[in-house]
């Protein structure tokens, strides 16, 4: 049982392509590190270069106090469960699980036995002797699982388990990969570009953009409190409203409203408010910060009506808000007062792109 | 309508095809009355086995069969064992040189089997390898590789990478990985490339002609040719179906042995994970 | 490491396959004295272009270029316009005999062209064909079928289908269709397998040799390696290498004229939406 | 404009295939419809029939009063977007765009006024003379759409035209196509496989599976009063709890608790209880309907936690319900009490998986 660790990661291609730029941070036992980002940000090369398909440019890995930088894959005790499963489809989902053992010369015996208790935890007892190709889309994805816990690796890495899957499948796969890998008691490195997986399974995400780590923190504060606009639109869904508004004096100006300024030293000429769709409300008589307009579309998501909102502006160009607001009443074309709650509102700079702490 | 015009087009196409194979097939059985009469007779109403047993008899027929069943394996795993690796290489690697290494290749196709042969023919007689399995077994496998090459190549882009990263990451060193997971996933690309370079070599004539004189070293389409022997006016038609009939009989053989493999490695895509 | 290996296969494989070709090409500027030389001149000090002079004013080379450029162009249109419609039938009816008809065409081309060459030889014979380009356009066309439907097939198959669909939705007819939008979607693959028909065709020697003997019908292997003439004995290395060369010329040329084409006719799945 | 019906559509492929088995539907102008199902519930073979690429085994499509059943697709006057986008790759964004006017000899000038026209209306003025090859997913999504803008269809037909976007753009795009179909006030039909977009999207959806409309309901009713024990699992992120559970008088035994069953004539041996994760909730002292049980497992979607929840059982197997809780509490681990409001609960029979209504 050992900590992972990433110091100053780097891979250049090319001048030009550089998917990694300086990429630092480390994983204990117990954690389950998500790095979470759109394709290109760099994720799915950090993990290889974890597991040691592809050598840093630059940079140093860890694990426990051994560099294992240039360590060949097979030698790292590290299992990887890919995209695509990837599974060898000539064997049979038996060979499949013992073939990482077999070459490590592990027993016969104690192969035969790792295997059935992985097939038993995964519910595959039965599809021992079938080949890949005869197994649906979930069942080869506890497979690629089953191939990668038989190891008992110190490190497990998977790159996208879940993109195959369909919608219902796969939040079930989730909680019982979140369960299986909370067992094992090792550091575990997921990637993904979809930020609900991230937030429903790490203890720690790594929210990657442009070969940097543009925050990394627990769930809940990566959505409570996005480090820069990057984080804030990308995690949370519906999006946050990011707006970009004129200041004036201490407020910012939202179409005829005005929105209070957080405490900040020099008051900029432009400024970004983000606040979460579904903590924008229908304003109530004792709130102070309130905002008109008409509504100009509502999408009903079943829980919640997700109603975009044109702000009442007498500038040429209108703003809109989009919030969550219950079902319980029809919205469509309605003149709306709404409450933009001042704890909830989060503020950017616009040239940086970092978020603003008073 | 339109089903019945496209259905109208591959049965004309196989007509076509076939038709001189099926002739070769019905003159091998008929007797030499009916192959001369006139008007032709297409379906014979008597056959005849003589064809056959008179070419055992009066040649060391199996002697040529297995002069070329030698020379195509051998021909054969050379350009197999050369070509995979080159084309791994070329799928793989994607250097920048690639589309120069393959269109260098495809250009080589280009040069006429006939006149280059000639310069061999030079290169063979300086060599003293007249008259040598050798002088057979160079060309066929110089003249296979390319094909062999641009077929495996593409064969090896469509094998999922994600393979070859999981096969390392659980352990198998390059070897390892090569024999036990990409060889099985290829083998049906490399029975169907190896299938064409055996037919190649197994049929091939003018160099077999050429470079071969000995009787006993001759390879069957040599000796199917010169079954004519004495006269040159009056063409065996009856002995000469036999023995193209007999020559391709192997070929065939191996191929229904293969077909799974030939069927999969012509349908591109075949490997899933 | 692992690279070095790779690239050590690959130039191993150009130089094996590139060697006749260069040898060729060098020995056409070598001077007589320099080719005739011992030791061997590998690369000539002097060149001269006499041997290509030679060939234009001794023979008539532009009439065996025509000849050879008519029949390849023809039985190329053929083979495409015969098989392009059988492959499209194969690939997107997807009929259940289909498998069985892939079998019978991969069959046919077990056959030696040898032995069923002289089969052809007995109906050129009784139609009067010989010293007829159609001896030559037919056997070309039916040869290359067989490869032509195989290629062109698996291409069809990688098409997207919701191309069609959405021509059929926008108004296009069945025709209209196949002109308008799957024919320039094919080029590549047509481009290609028609080259490789070509090619075939230009350099084939036995039936070329066999069927035509008027002198003004002859090919361009044929009549250069007819070029010994006079005396069996000496070979005339200079102007069969310099017709070697000048008979791979065009060919050259037209791959580099539709290399573009060719490239993504050899790189699968080079359509994308 | 027109109405589109289909009457008893079938179609059979052989005797084991046959993917629509007896499907009736009308859409009328203004009406947007979405066929929402798994994949090989029959929804995009049906879509398929209407734009006339299969034909029907059996059943009549009609188009106002016209049987168009067997009509050629070119014919019907239909657009349709692909999944695929099915661009055609050697011609312009110009001539895509143009290439069905063109088929029907429209003038000239009117051609480029309407392709002008739809590129302003789609942004895509700046790309009319790219090819498909050079746009990004989005741009080939807004090139697709304006193919069957442009011809001003009496009925337009989509294919699942968000699923090859990522999860953000497919947000914004859902929006656009919301508004730019509305506009055009004729019906449209369109399928997917993803719940959000066919609530979000449609005034109408029906639920296929199988074969057969399952539900064909607004999307309210479709939420909130699922016909069957498969609309109301496939309906619905997070899943809607699903439990089999025996009946005892006039009660449903979840573990060790009651809850009282519907005003049911008989009452079966068991029954399945249905209740989304959102309306369970912590129980309050007022709250008569409530069961205890042990969290374990948490898991982080943002604006919720998804937490599952043992219920206490004396019996062997345990029961897990899961509930939408808020994130201010950290839920892991928790003995906890859970309301689950009657109005909120739905009743299936085991049997049929139909909803039991009193």
Same mark, same amino acid.
Not at chain 1, 329 to 342: F, H, K, M, R, Y
Not at chain 1, 343 to 353: K, T
């Given at each position: 049982m050992a900590k992972l660790e990433l110091k100053n990661l780097n891979k250049t291609y090319t001048p030009k392509v550089i998917p990694v730029k300086d990429l630092s941070l480390s994983v204990n036992d117990n954690e389950f590190l998500t790095l979470l980002g759109p394709s290109g940000c760099g994720k799915s090369t950090t993990l290889r270069m974890i597991a040691g398909l592809e050598e840093p440019t630059h940079g140093q890995i860890l694990l426990g106090s051994e560099d294992i930088t240039f360590k060949r894959p097979g030698d790292r005790n590290m299992a990887m469960v890919f995209q695509s499963y990837a599974l060898y489809p000539h064997m049979s989902v038996y060979e499949n699980l013992a073939s990482g053992l077999k070459l490590k010369k592990t027993p016969r015996a104690e192969i035969q036995q790792r295997v059935t208790e992985v097939a038993q935890l995964l519910g595959?007892?039965?599809?021992?002797?079938?080949?890949?190709?005869?197994?649906? %889309?979930?069942?080869?994805?506890?497979? $690629?699982?089953?191939?990668?816990?038989?190891?008992?690796? #110190?490190?497990?890495?998977?790159?996208?388990?879940?993109?195959?899957?369909? $919608?219902?499948?796969?939040?079930? +796969?989730?909680?019982?990969?979140?369960?299986?890998?909370?067992?094992?008691?090792?550091?575990?490195?997921?990637?993904?570009?979809?930020?609900?997986? $991230?937030?429903?399974? /790490?203890?720690?995400?790594? +929210?990657?953009?442009? %070969?940097?780590?543009?925050?990394?923190?627990?769930?809940?504060? *990566?959505?409570?409190?996005?480090?820069?606009?990057?984080?804030?639109?990308?995690?949370?869904?519906?999006?946050?409203?990011?707006?970009?508004?004129?200041? #004036?004096? /201490?407020?910012?100006?939202?179409?005829?409203?005005?929105?209070?300024?957080?405490? *900040?030293?020099?008051?900029?000429?432009?400024?970004?408010?983000? *606040?979460?769709?579904?903590?924008?409300r229908v304003a109530r008589p004792d709130d102070t910060q309130t905002i008109q307009g008409r509504v100009y579309l509502v999408e009903n998501l079943g829980m919640y009506n997700l109603v975009s909102v044109r702000v009442a502006s007498s500038d040429s160009e209108p703003v809109s808000v989009r919030a969550l607001l219950?079902?319980?009443?029809?919205? /469509?074309?309605?003149?709306? /007062?709404?409450?933009?709650?001042?704890?909830? +509102?989060?503020?950017?700079? +616009?040239?940086?792109?970092d978020a603003l702490r008073n | 309508m339109k089903n019945i015009l496209l259905w109208g087009a591959i049965a004309l196409v196989v007509v076509f095809c076939l038709a001189p194979v099926m002739w070769q097939l019905l003159t091998s059985f008929k007797f030499n009355q009916d192959i001369a009469a006139v008007p032709t007779v297409y379906f014979p109403t008597r056959i005849t086995l003589n064809h056959y047993i008179e070419l055992f008899n009066r040649r060391p027929f199996w002697r040529y069969i297995l002069n070329s069943a030698f020379i195509s394996i051998i021909s054969t795993t050379l350009s197999l064992a050369l070509g995979a690796p080159a084309a791994y290489a070329l799928a793989r690697l994607r250097p920048?040189?690639?589309?120069?290494? !393959?269109?260098?290749?495809?250009?080589?196709? &280009?040069?006429?089997?006939? &006149?280059?042969? !000639?310069? &061999? &023919?030079?290169?063979?007689?300086?060599?003293? !390898?007249?008259?040598?399995?050798?002088?057979?077994?160079?060309?066929?496998?110089?003249?296979? !590789?390319?094909?062999?090459?641009?077929v495996l190549r593409s064969f090896f882009q469509q094998l999922p990478k994600d393979l070859e990263d999981a096969a390392r990451v659980d352990g198998y060193n390059t070897l390892q990985m090569l024999i036990q997971i990409l060889l099985p996933m290829t083998l049906p690309a490399l029975v169907t490339t190896g299938i064409l370079t055996f037919i190649f070599a197994w049929n091939e004539f003018i160099f077999a002609l050429t470079f071969i004189t000995r009787e006993d070293m001759k390879t069957i389409p040599v000796a199917a040719a010169q079954l004519g022997g004495a006269s040159a006016f009056e063409i065996p038609y009856g002995p000469l179906a036999a023995a193209t009939i007999i020559g391709t009989l192997p070929l065939v053989l191996l191929v229904l042995f293969f077909q799974r493999q030939i069927i999969q490695g012509l349908t591109a895509g075949a490997v899933k994970g």
């Open positions: 595959l007892e039965d599809l021992l002797h079938r080949k890949p190709g005869q197994l649906s %889309g979930g069942q080869r994805q506890r497979v $690629a699982v089953g191939r990668a816990l038989v190891r008992r690796a #110190q490190v497990y890495l998977l790159d996208e388990p879940l993109s195959n899957l369909d $919608a219902l499948l796969r939040e079930r +796969v989730r909680a019982d990969i979140k369960q299986i890998f909370a067992a094992q008691k090792v550091p575990v490195v997921y990637v993904t570009h979809d930020q609900t997986e $991230a937030m429903t399974l /790490s203890t720690k995400v790594a +929210v990657l953009n442009n %070969g940097y780590v543009q925050q990394l923190d627990p769930p809940e504060r *990566i959505y409570n409190n996005p480090a820069n606009l990057f984080v804030a639109g990308f995690v949370g869904s519906p999006q946050m409203n990011l707006l970009t508004l004129p200041c #004036q004096e /201490s407020y910012a100006i939202l179409g005829d409203f005005k929105v209070l300024l957080p405490d *900040i030293q020099t008051v900029p000429p432009q400024i970004v408010l983000g *606040i979460r769709p579904e903590y924008v219950p079902t319980d009443q029809n919205w /469509s074309d309605v003149e709306i /007062s709404l409450a933009l709650p001042p704890q909830n +509102v989060h503020w950017f700079d +616009v040239n940086s792109g | 920048w040189g690639s589309k120069a290494i !393959l269109g260098g290749i495809f250009i080589v196709t &280009l040069f006429p089997g006939i &006149l280059v042969f !000639l310069g &061999l &023919l030079e290169i063979i007689q300086r060599l003293h !390898l007249g008259n040598n399995y050798l002088a057979l077994i160079i060309p066929y496998t110089a003249i296979n !590789l390319p094909l062999t090459i641009l």
